[in-house]
């Protein structure tokens, strides 16, 4: 991957870190919230997390300006690309005003969101005035049966709509749509979900169910092979396969072959695509983690409450990096996905 590149930080000089596999670092996913107004069966069952689940109190949480620091620090570091998650992002309040902070970050070329968009209506004028530069939603169907159970009873899938409409006009002409499958559940509505989306502009992405966390009682079983719902999608709708947009892409990219738009499929079950990834996660507490299916994380927030400078948490960051091998996905067996000791989804990310 070449040698690493010397970048600047608050005056002191770092080397780009490469960790143990020759990774680079390049994108960055911070969690402001670990609440969710849904409760998803595969990230947050509400069995598991009642209404009356202790997250994290406001001070525990970083304050916008230090997340604005430590992005600047991974920024110095060689990150490019910053998304913002939860839980639900939206959640937290005056999320704009990151969004601005973040978006004139030197080095900082694209600040996205994902979300599940039922607060997105009344905010998305203003983070498109503040700098975001896309969204991506999660959609796992277009029934409303079938989305009220999966969001836990909490959502409706008219305001998922509604949403994307608003940010359509707003100038978000090319959303991604995330959609969540469960064999038995939702993969029998891909393919009107798929319909609903050709020739809109907008990309959907289609997941594969995966061992997240500690308390969505994954089972293989329930798993659709991305290369299943393609031969299911093909049948209807002829495909192509297209070029990765750049090194690390998460998603594999196709498009239907009449010019109806684009599919991405996310493997991380069948096709794990360990082997580029790019990408460091901050849980809304100030730990550092290297991959989805991390058990530990790294504490920044101690230190950056404690009075360390930039280069401080720079080298801080790049030790951790350097000394990164994780490939979860492509070691996983059946051993492994039972094993329980691993940080929540909705403490990072998807």
């Not at 996913?29 to 069995?47: G, K, L, Q, T, W």
């Not at 203003?126 to 989305?147: H, K, Q």
């Not at 720079?314 to 059946?334: F, I, Q």
């Amino acid at each position: 991957m070449g040698a690493p590149i010397p970048v600047r930080v608050e005056g002191a000089e770092h080397a780009a870190p490469l960790d143990a596999r020759g990774r680079h670092l390049h994108d960055l996913r911070i969690s402001v919230i670990d609440r969710c107004n849904f409760r998803c069966p595969y990230c947050m069952p509400e069995e598991q997390y009642p209404r009356d689940h202790e997250f994290l109190r406001k001070a525990e949480r970083l304050r916008f300006e230090e997340i604005e620091r430590l992005a600047r620090v991974f920024a110095g570091l060689g990150v490019r690309k910053l998304r913002l998650t939860g839980g639900e992002p939206l959640l937290r309040r005056e999320l704009p005003v990151l969004v601005r902070a973040l978006a004139a970050i030197p080095g900082i070329e694209d600040v996205a969101l994902t979300t599940n968009g039922t607060l997105l209506a009344a905010h998305v004028d203003a983070l498109r005035e503040a700098g975001l530069g896309r969204i991506t939603l999660s959609l796992d169907t277009l029934d409303p049966d079938t989305f009220r159970a999966m969001s836990g009873g909490r959502g409706e899938v008219a305001e998922v709509i509604a949403a994307i409409a608003a940010a359509e006009r707003a100038g978000f002409t090319r959303l991604k749509i995330n959609c969540v499958v469960m064999r038995g559940t939702n993969d029998g509505q891909v393919l009107g979900l798929l319909e609903h989306f050709r020739g809109s502009g907008h990309i959907v992405r289609l997941i594969e169910y995966m061992d997240v966390g500690t308390c969505n009682d994954w089972r293989r079983d329930l798993v659709v092979p991305s290369a299943e719902l393609r031969a299911r999608i093909a049948a209807r709708w002829p495909l192509v396969e297209l070029a990765p947009n750049y090194g690390g892409e998460v998603a594999r990219r196709w498009a239907f072959a009449d010019g109806g738009g684009e599919i991405g499929f996310i493997s991380s079950v069948s096709e794990p695509f360990c082997g580029d990834c790019s990408r460091a996660r901050l849980s809304a507490d100030g730990r550092l983690y290297t991959c989805l299916f991390a058990s530990t994380g790294c504490d920044l927030r101690t230190p950056l409450r404690a009075g360390a400078d930039d280069a401080a948490l720079a080298g801080l960051v790049g030790a951790v990096w350097r000394a990164r091998g994780d490939r979860y996905s492509e070691a996983r067996s059946e051993a492994t996905a039972a094993q329980r000791e691993r940080v929540e989804m909705y403490s990072i990310g998807g």
